[in-house]
Each structure stands twice: as C-alpha cells, then as structure tokens.
C-alpha cells in the first residue's frame, strides 16, 4: 500500500517548468478546439475565466473517462469510477471516514481486480459482478477460471455471467446493486467496466474519429489535421497482432505515444510501430499476464491454430517458496508462428509474460522458442522454463 | 535452503525403469570405449567386477569435473570442489559435523557466489579470493563491482587481484589459503575455479575432441564417429553469437542438448541451433544475470559497439519494496543490432534477462528494443521498463 498520495504525482506544474521549461497549467479546462483560428477556449477552473490561447502545433491528450452504464440510480452517491488518482483518493476518503462494510464491484477487469484487491485488504466484504464467464476477459476463459479461483480464495465473492441492470437508493445514495439475477445490498459501488477515450473536444472541433471513438494517428502520432496531434488513452495506435488500429488504455503505451509525439512535434522524428496487447495485473499473490492475441481474437480473424497449456513452478520443485505457473501459448497452425500467450501463477510468473511479447515482436515460431536460452538457476525457474515446456507442448500439435 | 537430499534427485533409477523402461545402472563405471568392437568395459564399483556391454548406438553424457589448480597442498583434507550432488552433501556434512570457523571460497564465479551465500547463512567466517578485477568475470567489470559490493555487504571478505598460490597444511589437512599476497588462515576451502568437461575417457577412446577438450558435436549432437552421440558438459554447443562453437556446463544447456540427442537416437529429427550465453546466479538478495557478448568479447571478435548503461528500479518507483536494478546493453555500433546484456538488481531483476536472450535470438535492434511492449503495472516494473530505458540511452550512441 502507498501511504503518501503525493508520492504518485509524477511531476508538479513546478517540475515541468523547472526542469524542461513547460508551462503546465492546472486547473485550467479546454472547453473548445478552433481549428481555423487555431486557438483554444480556456476555462479557469478556480475563477471562472474564459480566454482564448492560440496555438501553432496541438497536442491532444485528454485521456479517457470510466464507462457509467446507462442505468437507473447511475448518479446515486457511493457509486465510484476509478481512472484518475483524484478518484482514487475519494474511494479511499470513502473508506477511511465512512468506514463502509460492503463494496460491489462491477466488472471483472484490471481495475476491478485491483480494487477487490485493495478493499480486501481494507477488511470490506466485496463482491464483484462480471457478466461474462470469468473475470478478466482479455484472458481465455480457462486460464480466466484461474483468475476466478483466486478471487473467490481471497474472499471475494464471485457473481459471473450476471448483468448489471440498476441501482438500488435512498435519499441519493445507494443501497444495493441489482443484477440480472440477484440484489446485492452495498454501501459502496466501484465501476470497473472499462474506459472509453475522452474524445467530445476532439470531436466537436471535427478532428477525425476511429476505433472506439478513439482520435485518429498515423505511427507519428499525427491526426488528420496538419499540426493536430494526438496521444494517450484518447488516441488510437497500432495493434501489429491484429494488424489494424486498435484503442487501448495503459500507461506504458500511453508513455510511448507521448515520446514519439514529443519527439516529432519537437522537429525530431520517431514512430511508433504498435503494441502486441501486453497487459500485467495480480489479484493478492496471484500474478496475471497476457499478450497478443486470445482465442476468440485469432478465431475473429480467421486463423487456424495450435495451443499449448502447461502447468509447472516458478522455481525448481525443491527450492522453497517456488510456486505453481500455468503458462497457454497460441501459435499458427502449419507455420508455428506465435500468436500469444498467457500466464496466471505465483509471484515471478507474471513479467515472464515479457518473453512471449518479445517474441510476438520479432514474430518467432514454437520452433525457435523450444530453442530459446533463457536463463536457468534453482531461485529463478525450473531448468526447463515453462514457457519452453508450454512451446513444446503446442509444437506438437502443428 | 533445501533440508531434504533426496528432493534434490531428479530421477531415482526405480523412476526410469517405471515411466521410461530405460535401464539406468548406478555404480557402473565405464572404464573403457572400445569403437572397434562396439564395446563398453564397465566396473561395477560395489563389486569390482569387470564386463564388457556392447553397444549399437552411444551416447557420452559425462558432464563435467571441477578445477583443480596443481598447487601444493591442493589434495589435503578440507578442500572441496562442489559440482555433484554428493560434493554438496559432503560439504553440508563438515559443516554440520565440524562446525568449522572460517572457509575460503577460490574463485567468484557462480559456485563461488552460490557456496559463499550458504556459507554466510550458515554462520562461518566466509573470504573469497578472485584472481580477476571483480567477482562474476562473465559480467564486464563495472557491472561485476556491483557484485562484489554486495558480497562485501552480506560479511564476505573479499580479496580481489590475488591469485591462489598454495595450501598450507598440517597433518594432511588444511590450514591456510596461501595467495600472491597474503595467508588466509582457515578450516574449509571451497573450490570454485570452475569446471572442464570430463571427456578423458572419449579421449581415450578417440573420439574428437574441441573447444576446450569438449567433444565435438553437431546440431545433432552426433560426434565425428558414426552412431556416437555426446550432450551436456562434456560436449560443445554453438555460440550463436559469437558464431564458434563453445564450452558451456549449464544446466538447462545440457537438458536442450540431451532432449535433441534423445530424439535423434530414437530415429526423430532434431537440431539444438545454440546459445547466447545467458546465465543468471545470486548473492542473497542481490540477483544477477547476464547473456550474449561482454565487452571484451566484442572487442576480441573486432566488432565496434556501444552501450547503454542505466539504473532503475524493479518496480514502479512509490510501490512497496522496489528495488534497484542496474541494466547494461551492448549493440552493435552502425546496425543497432544488439550484442549483450548484464543485470544486477534486487528481487525480481535477473529473470528479464530472458527479454535481452530472446532479443539476441530474434536479432534485434536497439530501435525494435525502444518499443517493445513490455508489461506494465506498479507491482511489477516502472512505466518505462528497464530495458527499454538502457535501450533508448544505447541508440544515442549509434
């Protein structure tokens, strides 16, 4: 746990301006792009102010906002998205002055697993909703199951294939969280149904819109509009698995757009090439990773393929602390070309997930992966690596 | 620490015979290879009787023996070189028995590490003497003084630039490491100068040896002599990037060797293109990993490079227990192609080196490297990963 909130700002107006001579303006809100004026509309938060900024070169990096479902009782109080550290902070001011007993949690994602996590840890009863088969999605539904299970070893209670269908309040709280199947009585409702990219400004000035309504960029970060630019969780980028524009909302991406932008609008130049749809989360002391493309992604684009799935540990068998590893490989059909894979296991199971993306970037085959020397000692593996095992597993089924 | 021996045993001769009806005779010793007759002559070394066993098909898997430097002293009591199972149990059964004082490691390469770690845990006053600059010479030297700052942190006394001269004894026993500068009073030595392959008995039988006395081998693992086949310490393998066959006893090395000499005896295909050099070990808390070139290697094979040095920590910076971690890449000056990588770093350093030994496979260069998507989360690394961030301070340099 970080005691200190302060410790998760990355920079302070005052750094940037210090350190790189930017002048970054909090509490200052866009209200509208002029792009023919090329200038900006800007609201002071703090004293109401409305100006105009020009502008030459713009970057948009807006972000994106929590999904708010579209039910009854959505806008009661005790109802909380978490994408920002600010909302971050009222969950934990919730929890701290309120001292509620129960949490539901609407949706089985990263940030629901995070924050089941952080409430257990807090003592709250959590119960967590999740309308598909298992939680964490962008995981096969068997390697998901594993997900499940440690949910439900934590004391999370598990509410799979349920829809969320209102909420109960009273007085402007709310009271109970409503499924498609039972009434679940809460003080306490965290959104962890997804993002969707913050794109109105973006939009209503006419700067054009892809994937999820996510702004459109070429691997310059460039929009369609000269000196538009975007990057973040607002912009789209390049999916090199699925061979096609793709939105997804993680900082380390996000970090790369903003370089690559930065770079470019700079006068220097830098692309990014695209993601292969790493993702890392822990549920308590179970690690969770993924990469490229699951199941229903490879059979969506018409693949054929070949799985390998494999149980082993984390360390050698005798040594102590080594803990179990399940480890699912996806690799093309005939070429053996690696599609993806998955990892749900003990403490050091997760960032081997790093391996597998490597290895999806320089688009290696289960032929060369058998192959790979990865490195090998008691305190770190098995002296076959499980993801050799799991490679050996699917090649013979090419 | 691992209080049971027989964890430690892999497979049991009873195991064999059950689950691979493979005949595996312990207390053979095969005394002779006869290539003529297609022949073994083999002792049994509970009995002392002596038969000769023919063969169709031979496979040498002799593995390798431990250094032992021509010194006076050198076959005194108390000193014990640890390269089998049994090395390892006779040394814990001084330990425990003798409840000596004070040992004296010779050599600071992986056993060297790994002995002096038992060692400190166990309470003895631990010296180790390496005759190179810094401890782990398969690091480059500023990498290598991380290593030996965190042996001198965990109480080892550490005598660097000396070189073993020889042992003082008394009455057949040990009593002193003598070096090119001091005497080290003590009540065990621990050899850890490395090892050779054990192959005088192929030598014997004339069957061509390489690199370092190693048996030459193909990517079949066949030897120069029809239906003769060698895997593991005793053999060479291929340096992928030094592009020369080389000598190395690794464990997980030698099962890759074994599995392809398994398949082609029993009439299947199978090749073991290489390695990359990869190796990890530790000292206590300190984890350390390196794979591909050195620089001194690159610069014996005349390539131009440049490197990438950085420190980081191995989890997002404000999470609990992050720790440092120190990464280093060498590339390829001109090509970006990447050469090498050296880690050493608190828990959870040393397994991404297997990013750098996947990387060095699939050829990659600094500019593919930049934007890998490694996995990100708070628990498990900063936004930026490590290797990313040595990565982007290399590629200035090109």
């Given at each position: 746990m970080v005691d200190d909130a302060e410790k998760l700002i990355a920079r302070t107006p005052e750094t940037f301006k210090e350190k790189q001579n930017i002048d970054a303006r909090i509490l200052h809100e866009v209200r509208e792009i002029d792009?023919?004026?090329?200038?900006?509309?800007?609201?002071?938060?703090?004293?109401?102010?409305?100006?105009?900024?020009?502008?030459?070169?713009?970057?948009?990096?807006?972000?994106?906002?929590?999904?708010?479902?579209?039910?009854?009782?959505?806008?009661?109080?005790?109802?909380?998205?978490?994408?920002?550290?600010?909302?971050?902070?009222?969950?934990?001011?919730?929890?701290?002055?309120?001292?509620?007993?129960?949490?539901?949690?609407?949706?089985?994602?990263?940030?629901?697993?995070?924050?089941?996590?952080?409430?257990?840890?807090?003592?709250?009863?959590?119960?967590?909703?999740?309308?598909?088969?298992?939680?964490?999605?962008?995981?096969?539904?068997?390697?998901?199951?594993?997900?499940?299970?440690?949910?439900?070893?934590v004391g999370v209670k598990l509410y799979r294939n349920e829809s969320l269908t209102a909420f109960e309040t009273d007085n402007g709280s709310v009271q109970a969280v409503v499924t498609d199947q039972r009434t679940l009585p809460t003080d306490l409702v965290i959104l962890g149904m997804g993002v969707q990219p913050n794109t109105g400004l973006a939009q209503d000035a006419g700067i054009p819109l892809g994937v999820k309504g996510a702004i459109k960029v070429n691997d310059?970060?460039?929009?369609?509009?000269?000196?538009?630019?975007?990057?973040?969780?607002c912009a789209e980028c390049y999916h090199l698995m699925r061979r096609q524009p793709?939105?997804?909302?993680?900082?380390?991406?996000?970090?790369?757009?903003?370089?690559?932008?930065?770079?470019?609008i700079g006068g220097g130049y830098a692309t990014f090439p695209g993601i292969v749809g790493t993702a890392v989360s822990k549920?308590?002391?179970?690690?969770?990773?993924?990469?490229?493309?699951?199941?229903?992604?490879?059979?969506?684009?018409?693949?054929?393929?070949?799985?390998?799935?494999?149980?082993?540990?984390?360390?050698?068998?005798?040594?102590?602390?080594?803990?179990?590893?399940?480890v699912k490989l996806l690799a093309e059909k005939g070429t053996g070309r690696l599609l993806g894979g998955q990892i749900v296991g003990k403490e050091g199971a997760a960032k081997r997930i790093d391996v597998l993306?490597?290895?999806?970037?320089?688009?290696?085959?289960?032929?060369?992966?058998?192959?790979?020397d990865l490195s090998y000692a008691p305190p770190y593996s098995p002296v076959w690596d499980p993801i050799i095992i799991a490679a050996r597993v699917a090649v013979k089924k090419l």
């Amino acid at each position: 746990m970080v005691d200190d909130a302060e410790k998760l700002i990355a920079r302070t107006p005052e750094t940037f301006k210090e350190k790189q001579n930017i002048d970054a303006r909090i509490l200052h809100e866009v209200r509208e792009i002029d792009l023919k004026q090329r200038r900006l509309r800007v609201k002071k938060t703090d004293t109401g102010q409305t100006t105009w900024e020009p502008f030459e070169q713009l970057l948009v990096s807006t972000g994106s906002i929590s999904i708010r479902p579209d039910v009854p009782g959505i806008d009661a109080k005790g109802i909380y998205g978490v994408n920002t550290l600010q909302s971050g902070l009222n969950v934990r001011r919730v929890v701290d002055e309120q001292q509620p007993q129960k949490a539901v949690i609407i949706g089985g994602g990263y940030i629901g697993l995070e924050m089941a996590e952080a409430l257990i840890m807090r003592k709250l009863e959590v119960s967590l909703v999740e309308r598909s088969e298992q939680v964490m999605n962008t995981l096969d539904s068997d390697m998901g199951e594993l997900v499940s299970e440690a949910l439900m070893k934590v004391g999370v209670k598990l509410y799979r294939n349920e829809s969320l269908t209102a909420f109960e309040t009273d007085n402007g709280s709310v009271q109970a969280v409503v499924t498609d199947q039972r009434t679940l009585p809460t003080d306490l409702v965290i959104l962890g149904m997804g993002v969707q990219p913050n794109t109105g400004l973006a939009q209503d000035a006419g700067i054009p819109l892809g994937v999820k309504g996510a702004i459109k960029v070429n691997d310059l970060m460039q929009t369609e509009i000269e000196g538009i630019w975007a990057a973040g969780d607002c912009a789209e980028c390049y999916h090199l698995m699925r061979r096609q524009p793709f939105h997804i909302a993680l900082g380390t991406v996000a970090n790369k757009m903003g370089r690559v932008a930065g770079i470019n609008i700079g006068g220097g130049y830098a692309t990014f090439p695209g993601i292969v749809g790493t993702a890392v989360s822990k549920i308590c002391d179970v690690e969770v990773a993924r990469t490229g493309l699951q199941e229903k992604e490879v059979q969506d684009l018409g693949l054929q393929y070949v799985t390998g799935k494999i149980e082993s540990s984390t360390r050698a068998g005798y040594y102590p602390d080594s803990g179990r590893i399940h480890v699912k490989l996806l690799a093309e059909k005939g070429t053996g070309r690696l599609l993806g894979g998955q990892i749900v296991g003990k403490e050091g199971a997760a960032k081997r997930i790093d391996v597998l993306a490597t290895a999806l970037h320089a688009e290696l085959t289960l032929d060369a992966m058998i192959n790979l020397d990865l490195s090998y000692a008691p305190p770190y593996s098995p002296v076959w690596d499980p993801i050799i095992i799991a490679a050996r597993v699917a090649v013979k089924k090419l």
